[in-house]
């Protein structure tokens, strides 16, 4: 049994030299801002996160990222097995946060009681005529040309010097499911792909991935948009603003989303998807293999592994 049970990621936190590049990016990237400061920038979707990023002003870094609980009941039960202290929260959405550091020196962030957002307005979904139906019928498909609408982060991919004992940190803590563990040889283990426990609700395939790397290291961070043609439309935005375009758009193997992966302007990973698997706790998990990990479905396939950003 885990101390707490995570319902969903929360954001991501970054810190930069100059607070309004950062903020003309996840313009162009889709996101909108949920608050700010001298020293922090608060970006979120259009979703219900309060926020889903925020940059702090420093030299360039990934410096943590936050997992939301499911009660503040829970929460304290996380602060007392961890010994912290239960702190009340005075970014966005407000509520509490228990503040830990994992094996390899992240910061994680433990939150509960936020004030959810409302949920912001999107170009209207349109059906697709597809698989021999028809259900869009007079009705033009005209996506609005512009930045993708993020509705959320749905997950972060973070390298760890020791697959297993991080696993042990997070699951022992938060309760993730593994959905796809990554076995380059059988019963050989180096990394996997977590979901929340969420019981009989549905979840995203993976809302936390670990990879063992010769180094710990932030990988990325992903934001779900609102659909496949938000994210074609987004990413031709993207490239007209000349941001740096790293892989895609393509459509993975394990958790089947449809990708496509940029730099932030100081050489951070952060990827827009569309139309990924969805489970239960029941659903089990299975076993991964490095073709399936490294490989797509179909599109772009993916270039040599890229300098790694550390912690900072």
């Given at each position: ?13 970054f ?16 996101m ?21 990023h925020v ?6 870094a ?11 009941d ?22 509490y946060v228990?503040?830990?550091t994992?094996?390899?020196g992240f ?24 698989d ?11 996506p ?16 760890v010097?020791?697959?297993r004992?991080?696993?042990a ?6 309760g ?11 019963g ?17 395939h993976?809302s ?15 934001f ?23 892989w895609?758009?393509?459509?993975h ?11 932030d302007?100081?050489?951070h990973?952060?990827?827009?998807w ?7 706790a ?16 179909w ?7 890229p ?6």
């Amino acid at each position: 049994m885990s101390v707490s049970k995570a319902w969903d990621m929360a954001h991501v936190r970054f810190r930069a030299p100059d607070l309004s590049v950062m903020d003309r990016f996840l313009n162009a990237f889709g996101m909108v801002e949920a608050g700010r400061s001298a020293t922090a920038l608060y970006k979120r979707g259009h979703g219900t996160q309060p926020f889903a990023h925020v940059t702090e002003l420093g030299d360039p870094a990934f410096a943590g990222f936050g997992i939301q609980l499911n009660s503040v009941d829970e929460l304290e039960k996380l602060a007392a097995h961890e010994n912290a202290q239960v702190e009340m929260s005075n970014e966005p959405g407000g509520g509490y946060v228990v503040r830990l550091t994992d094996p390899d020196g992240f910061a994680v962030d433990a939150l509960a009681g936020q004030t959810m957002a409302d949920i912001l307005s999107m170009p209207r979904g349109q059906e697709w005529n597809q698989d021999g139906r028809y259900s869009r019928l007079n009705d033009p498909k005209r996506p609005e040309k512009g930045p993708s609408h993020v509705l959320r982060l749905g997950h972060v991919v973070l390298g760890v010097s020791d697959f297993r004992r991080s696993e042990a940190w997070y699951k022992d803590r938060f309760g993730f499911i593994t959905s796809d563990e990554i076995q380059p040889q059988p019963g050989i283990a180096i990394g996997a792909f977590m979901r929340c426990d969420r019981g009989d609700r549905p979840c995203d395939h993976h809302s936390l991935f670990l990879l063992e790397r010769p180094a710990p290291c932030f990988m990325h961070a992903a934001f779900e948009v609102a659909n496949l043609d938000d994210l074609m439309v987004g990413h031709d935005h993207l490239v007209a603003q000349g941001y740096d375009h790293l892989w895609g758009v393509g459509r993975h193997y394990l958790g089947s989303q449809i990708f496509d992966y940029w730099r932030d302007p100081y050489g951070h990973e952060v990827e827009h998807w569309t139309d990924g698997d969805q489970l239960v706790a029941a659903d089990g998990g299975g076993i991964g293999t490095i073709p399936e990990l490294m490989g797509v479905q179909w599109g772009m396939e993916m270039p040599p592994l890229p300098e790694e950003v550390g912690r900072g």
